[in-house]
């Protein structure tokens, strides 16, 4: 193989780059879903023992 054609060979592997992040999966979804629910769910628990320490509190 002469030194030209080495060239073009690597030119042209430089120039195919891999497809990443083109498609979404189930599981990436999965995730999204997973990790809104257990924000939601912190969010709430949060705002009820605030809720009760106030109730608690007010009480004394």
């Known amino acids: 193989m002469s030194r030209q054609n080495t060239k073009n060979v ?3 592997k430089k120039k195919i780059l891999p497809q990443t992040g ?3 999966t ?8 997973f990790a809104t629910a257990a ?3 912190g969010l709430i628990s ?3 023992n605030r ?4 109730n ?3 009480k004394r």
């Open 10 to 12: 690597s030119v042209q």
């Open 22 to 24: 083109t498609k979404t």
């Open 26 to 33: 189930d599981i990436s979804i999965l995730g999204l879903a």
């Open 39 to 41: 924000s939601l769910l």
């Open 46 to 48: 949060d705002k009820v």
């Open 51 to 54: 809720k009760s320490i106030i």
């Open 56 to 58: 608690y509190l007010k």
